[in-house]
């Protein structure tokens, strides 16, 4: 029995994840944000100053991937890491004014990449894949 790629869950998503990687990059790398940090901001975006483990745990990556990740993101000026005021072993990440300033650009670039990846479902379908989607997800992850 062979393998049949075009039948394996696994390789299409695999596949799917990396057009969407590759039509979200060529849209927000103008804007200076990577695949890498992209996720981050949206974490940081709806609820700011969280530590990293949080980030680590909302966005299901490596403790290191996410250190390496909000370096870079220090670096080029996005966030800035402040010991919490109640913890002092506890270093929280801000937006800074750049970073909360690529928001909506951001946001609608994702917005616009997705409207683009779904343009051939009708919006019924639409719902019924992300709903699938999640459940993958979710089942990958070990919850129900």
Known sequence: MSFDR???????????ARLFARAIHARIKPLGLSPGTFPAMLELWAEDGLSQ?????????????MANTLSRMERDGLVKRLRDEHD??????????????????A???????NAQ????????E?????????????GLQGGS
């Open 6 to 16: 075009k039948a394996s869950a696994g390789y299409l998503a695999n596949h799917l």
């Open 53 to 65: 483990r949080e980030l680590v745990a909302r966005l299901d990556i490596e403790q290191a991937t």
């Open 88 to 105: 002092g072993r506890l270093q929280r990440v801000w937006l800074t004014e750049k970073g909360r300033a690529l928001e909506a650009p």
């Open 107 to 113: 946001v609608a670039a994702a917005e616009a990449v």
């Open 117 to 124: 990846a779904l343009a051939a479902l009708p919006p019924e």
């Open 126 to 138: 639409r719902v019924r894949f992300r709903d699938a989607m999640a459940k993958v997800i979710a």
